[in-house]
């Protein structure tokens, strides 16, 4: 049967499992290390991905996050077709270093979003590459040592995970740390790491004691979460994939737009495309990313051309709408 299409809507959140070819390794010592972890950085700021929980393994890697206005393809392709690039070339090797198809499950933030940043986070405990938590708290590898507060990455959201355990940082972070200890214990979850009925229902046990109840309860594959949350994905894809416009009536569509915005608030496009701060101009431009790449479909660096900014300059000014959207 062939594999379904990715679920890529822009700003859903992701648990993503890259592996290496046949289990090989995927780094080899701490440059390689580095090498992946600062481009996983430096893209997500550029794309507006933020990056809540991640671990990097010898031979694959979690990431959690919630996808940019350009959906997670983009992101994923900059991210393993750099790296990979850069790996070959470094140990003069040849041929594929990931897996062909890096897996990727749509999770229902409520029920989820807590427990897949603990699980990811212990990866490195679970096989052992550290001792113990305390090591852990200071782990280079992995993002469970930028929310304790011991290395930096300000590319990670760490604000909005702590946010889920405490209003100030210090109680945040002994609440979480609580949490995390907890689920040491608990072991490797296999309901975490993909989705479907069997796993966004717990386990086999609860799926028959539905059917005897005569429950129905829609499910996916590439999703983790509740029915109702399954359909409105759904519905949100499908709706998405009817609106695509050839590129040339996207960007006509867009031109009109960005000229009909101007008019209305009467700002001239000279002065748009200009790269004024003015709070009035910068608050249109903000709109009108959002409405370029979400309704027009546009590229962050087309809309960036349309607004006058650059693409980076997109990828923040919608990821600001996206938090706000999210609180």
């Not at 992701?14 to 080899?28: A, C, M, N, Q, W």
């Not at 897949?116 to 280079?140: F, G, M, Q, T």
């Not at 996207?250 to 008019?263: M, P, T, Y």
Request: with cysteine; net charge positive.
């Amino acid at each position: 049967m062939p594999r379904q299409a990715r679920l890529d809507i822009p700003g859903t959140l992701h648990h993503v499992i890259v592996r290496g070819i046949e289990r090989r390794k995927i780094v080899t010592d701490d440059k390689d290390r580095r090498d992946f972890v600062s481009r996983m950085g430096t893209i997500a700021s550029e794309t507006g991905t933020a990056v809540y929980a991640w671990a990097l393994m010898s031979n694959h890697a979690h990431i959690l996050l919630r996808s940019g206005p350009s959906g997670l393809s983009g992101y994923m392709r900059r991210l393993l077709s750099g790296y990979a690039i850069s790996y070959n070339r470094r140990h003069h090797k040849h041929g594929h270093l990931f897996q062909n198809r890096y897996k990727s499950i749509v999770c229902e933030e409520d029920p989820y979003f807590k427990e897949l940043v603990r699980y990811i986070h212990l990866n490195p405990l679970r096989a052992k590459l550290v001792e113990s938590l305390a090591k852990l708290d200071r782990y280079r590898w992995c993002g469970h040592s930028v929310l304790m507060g011991r290395l930096k990455g300000d590319w990670q959201d760490r604000d909005y995970v702590l946010k889920w355990f405490g209003v100030k940082e210090d109680k945040a972070k002994k609440a979480y740390r609580r949490f995390v200890k907890d689920g040491i214990d608990q072991g490797h979850r296999s309901d975490l790491v993909g989705g479907g009925l069997i796993k966004s229902c717990g386990g086999w046990p609860a799926v028959k004691a539905m059917r005897r109840l005569g429950v129905r309860e829609k499910s996916d594959e590439r999703i983790l979460g509740s029915g109702k949350f399954v359909e409105q994905l759904i519905q949100q894809s499908d709706k998405r994939r009817k609106v695509q416009l050839p590129a040339l009536e996207r960007l006509q569509k867009a031109v009109a737009l960005v000229e009909e915005v101007c008019k209305k608030e009467n700002v001239s496009v000279e002065a748009l495309k200009s790269g004024s701060r003015r709070q009035n101009i910068s608050m249109i431009r903000s709109q009108l990313a959002e409405k370029l790449v979400e309704e027009c479909g546009l590229s962050l660096t087309e809309t960036g051309r349309q607004l006058g900014v650059s693409p980076s300059a997109v990828a923040k000014s919608l990821s600001r709408r996206n938090r706000q959207k999210s609180i």
